[in-house]
């Protein structure tokens, strides 16, 4: 049954309540849910429910087609002049002797280990220190894209611009000028973590603040560039705190259009300070997606990290409003599996990724960071996938 067919189905259900009702009648008019209905979808709605709805809405944007994309991180440091409590990543800078800090050649090389292959994307990110000062990153940027002019550049999130902009005594406006003009594409969509200053205050209170976040992915979509944006949930924030990050992120997007992809991240409890904190359940992590998908309205994509939620809650959060689930990574990133994620290693080849979509009836595309595609996998056969010819023997009549 298709999207369109399970959405009629569900109108036919007679238990289904007035509220409900009024909400898919909303999806299937196109209409957005306000704060309140938002909230009550977390509440009250069941996970097949949830999942109809944001299925009729990813289907409709993007039919079967589920996007990936060949890229390798880059993590200049984890050690970190602030001290977020859901952090497993960095360690304080007094603890020194136990973290790492890429010079520029040791990036530039990491990048030069890529000259051979096929990616088109450098995701930059990690810990805040003093020495990754402005000039540090444009000249990294700069250095990577003399190169490899190919290669896109996607680097650090409003947490390192707040720091590093106010360090040079430059405006947010200028700084990412400046950045734009040194080789930085986009920006990826960390650091928003709760937007709520009662939770924010309490779990990540010395970085960059909501409207900082907001107002540095603000000026860069003024400048015609693009950025993702996340929401680290499932610890201490209420449904009411979630909406409340959905909203703010719903209104910069009404204002700006520059939004991509939002990215829901998974709190994990491992080596960090809310050890004590149960993760969330697997339900609840679906749930999460579809009522995003639902309420971001204006938002293109919703991307799940198979490297966070494991190879299989990915394939089936593509139900559940998912179109995106990341890259290839290839075992470059260590944010998540120092969090506790299943992937200790996260690396897929391009095969993996393609079978993985495939394996739940859906279309494999690679896209580049700007969603354009690269290669429409549907029908594309691997050599080692090529089932073997039988050729007839001759008959050899005596
Ligand atoms: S979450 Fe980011 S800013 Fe916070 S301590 Fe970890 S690396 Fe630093």
Redesign the pocket.
């Known amino acids: 049954m298709d999207s369109a067919n399970q959405l009629e189905t569900l109108f036919n259900n007679k238990n289904l309540s007035n509220q409900h009702r009024e909400i898919a009648q909303k999806v299937k008019n196109n209409e957005r849910i306000t704060f309140d209905e938002g909230v009550h979808l977390y509440q009250t709605a069941d996970l097949s429910y949830l999942g109809v709805l944001a299925n009729y809405i990813r289907e409709k944007r993007h039919g079967n087609n589920t996007y990936f994309n060949r890229n390798f991180h880059i993590e200049p440091t984890?050690l970190?002049?602030?001290?977020?409590k859901?952090?497993s990543?960095?360690v304080l800078i007094k603890e020194r002797s136990e973290g790492w800090e890429y010079t520029m050649d040791e990036m530039l090389n990491i990048v030069k280990s890529y000259d051979d292959q096929p990616v088109t994307e450098a995701h930059i990110v990690?810990?805040?220190l003093p020495q990754y000062d402005m000039d540090f990153y444009m000249n990294l940027f700069t250095a990577i894209k003399k190169h490899r002019p190919d290669l896109h550049v996607k680097a650090l999130t409003p947490?390192e611009y707040h720091y590093i902009f106010k360090k040079a005594k430059v405006d947010y406006a200028t700084g990412m000028k400046m950045m734009k003009e040194a080789g930085l594409e986009s920006m990826p969509g960390?650091?928003a973590e709760i937007f709520h200053p009662d939770i924010r205050n309490q779990i990540?209170k010395d970085?960059c603040n909501a409207d900082q976040w907001l107002q540095i992915h603000e000026e860069w979509h003024k400048l015609g560039m693009r950025s993702n944006a996340t929401m680290l949930y499932g610890h201490i924030e209420t449904f009411e705190h979630r909406i409340d990050h959905l909203q703010r992120l719903r209104d910069l997007q009404d204002k700006t259009g520059g939004f991509q992809t939002f990215i829901p991240l998974k709190f994990r409890n491992q080596d960090n300070q809310m050890s004590n904190v149960p993760e969330s359940t697997v339900v609840e992590d679906l749930r999460n997606y579809a009522i995003s998908r639902i309420y971001l309205d204006n938002f293109d994509h919703i991307k799940a990290y198979w490297a966070m939620i494991s190879r299989s809650t990915a394939q089936l959060s593509l139900n559940f409003g998912v179109d995106d689930i990341d890259g290839t990574l290839d075992d470059t990133t260590k944010i998540y599996s120092m969090a506790g994620a299943e992937e200790q290693h996260p690396a897929m080849s391009t095969k993996d990724l393609v079978k993985l979509i495939k394996d739940v009836g859906r279309k494999p595309i690679e896209r580049d960071t700007l969603y354009n595609v690269v290669t429409d996998y549907e029908n594309v056969e691997f050599a080692d996938e090529v089932k073997p010819k039988y050729y007839a023997l001759p008959v050899i009549n005596n």
Do not use: M, P
């Open positions: 984890n970190c002049v602030y001290d977020c859901f952090c990543y960095s990690g810990g805040v947490v960390g650091g990540a970085k």
